[in-house]
């Protein structure tokens, strides 16, 4: 989209007037939204399009894991106008969605399912579609997608999402009616190059990414999206939620107040927690289609219901100051991570992932995939000693304090 300000100046009027409906976030308490709790329930869940499947979408949808208390919050999050549910092989929820779904045999076609898993070759998603379909209990998915593109195989070069193998691929699951649409999830530090590559393909239907809402214009990542919301490609935005130092190391002196006293005064006066208001800067974004967000407690997914039910698209201003107030905070995981800290750092371990997997063990309470995924990392990968985390930190965008965060990976996940 080098040269084309249309989608630029669309944006800019939508952020500024206000016209559509858009979503994503991680509540953990907070403010009660504008609206009473009787008022919020008289109303739907806001819906979008998801690109050129035409599908209309909840803009808020609910990422699963394995839990004891996972049937109640999917019961819970159906009642309060969710119809949009995110699973994967390797996140051990799907037994519990074929419970709830056996359970209740009528859901099933009130939602749109997806789920995912991690072929080492597009051909090799085909006969992984089938035993996703067996441990969901269904005889069909809305949607399937390649999980996380490009984080742990060397296989997944980024031609991938273009490739002749991958198109085939995607044409025979839609053919065979097992699953409507085939895509991708990626938060790998060159998912500009994936998204560029799916949008000269075409043929991929769905990306899911780690976004921040905050984006500069004139990153290759602003680009990619852009190309990618220009061919009809449904956006879904993960990972927005950046552990913002909220307490979790002892001695943390930063709490959700300080980031609350930080943000703008008009979302102070609409009463929304700082969560409610990172939830409404993503859906202030036309392209973002729908957000999975990993909610879980009952109070969190009221939190994000209410968010979703109360959005009215913030001004350039509101999310540049919500974005402030959050990046002074500390965060500890970067939304915007393209690996530039890493080469700043003049080193061979993925400063960005360590952070990100910290994150999910410190803020999303994903311990056992934190420490999964750090152990699928090699030595020099995991090895930031000698780096220069000063460097780093200049180059990240979030400014995340790597001297703090880096020893707690080491005490945590090792």
Known sequence: MQGDDSLDLKRREFLQAGAVIGGSALAIGGASPALADDDTKKVAIPTRKLGKTGVDVTILNQGTWQASGLDRI??????????????????????????????NPGTRKEIFLVTKDSPSTPKQLIPMLDERLKALGTDYLDLIYIHALGDHDPKHGVDWPKSQEFKETVEKIKKSGKAKFVGFSTHHPRRAEFLESAAEGGFVDVIMLKFTPWLD???????????????????VSMKQI???????FPGDNTSLEEVKAKMPDALKERNLSPYQG?????????????????MRNTDQIRENV???????????AEIEGLRDAFLAAGPMMCADCDGRCQVAGKTDARLGDLTRFLTYHEHHGDRVAARANYATLTEAERNWRGADLDAARAACPSG???????PKVDERLA
């Open 306 to 316: 209410a968010a979703a039910k109360t959005f009215k698209p913030l001004l350039k």
């Open 278 to 294: 990172l939830l409404q800067a993503i859906w202030s974004d036309e392209r973002i289609a729908t957000a999975c967000v990993s």
């Open 74 to 103: 999917l019961r819970f999050a159906y009642a309060n106008g969710i119809r949009y549910f995110d699973t994967a092989k390797s996140y051990g929820s799907e037994p519990g969605i074929k419970t709830w779904l056996e359970q």
């Open 400 to 406: 995340l304090d790597f001297a703090k965060l880096l």
């Open 217 to 235: 214009k004139d990153s290759p990542l602003n680009k990619a999206i852009d190309a990618c919301y220009k061919k009809g490609i449904g956006l």
């Open 242 to 248: 950046a552990g913002q130092g909220v307490g979790e």
